[in-house]
């Protein structure tokens, strides 16, 4: 999706957005203008990106071009924080870790193990694992776009 809002940023036409065909970049990057409808769901813009009826942008948001771009630039830097999170997250367990151990430190020392530390170290691990496996599938996931894309 990075790749595609890159790809489209290239292709728009300097400061004259009037010229933008915005259907033909839709069908060119569906999964970015995807995301981009879920984006001004979320952000609760009125009237939604898309028409529900027959899957055409709304003519309030191709009158209003800059609200488009605006958007788009605000997706673009949410996906980049997302790629660097995930590229940081095994620096960011071992950190959860190396806090966990260092505010439990009557623990680190074997004084107090009980039932609840177990409990808490277990669900703190449980999902730091969570979490990597989720950078795992969106590795794995974005490899596959770009051998789509490729070939």
């Not at 990106?49 to 709304?58: A, K, L, R, S, V």
């Not at 071992?94 to 151990?101: D, P, R, T």
């Not at 430190?105 to 170290?121: E, P, S, T, W, Y």
């Amino acid at each position: 999706m990075v790749n595609q809002h890159k790809n489209l940023r290239k292709g728009l036409p300097q400061e004259d957005y009037e010229s933008m065909d915005w259907g033909k970049a839709v069908k060119l990057y569906p999964e970015l203008f995807s995301e981009l409808a879920k984006w001004i769901a979320k952000e609760g813009y009125s009237p939604p990106f898309f028409n529900e009826e027959d899957g055409q942008i709304y003519a309030e948001w191709l009158n209003d071009h800059k609200c488009i771009l605006e958007n788009l630039r605000n997706l673009a830097r949410f996906l980049d924080f997302e790629i660097i999170f995930m590229d940081r997250k095994p620096e960011i367990r071992a950190y959860v870790e190396q806090l966990f151990w260092q505010s439990h430190h009557l623990v680190a020392q074997g004084i107090g193990c009980g039932d609840h530390f177990v409990k808490v170290q277990n669900l703190t691990f449980t999902q730091l694992e969570r979490l990597l496996m989720y950078r795992k599938m969106k590795r794995t996931l974005a490899n596959k776009e770009e051998e789509v894309e490729e070939g």
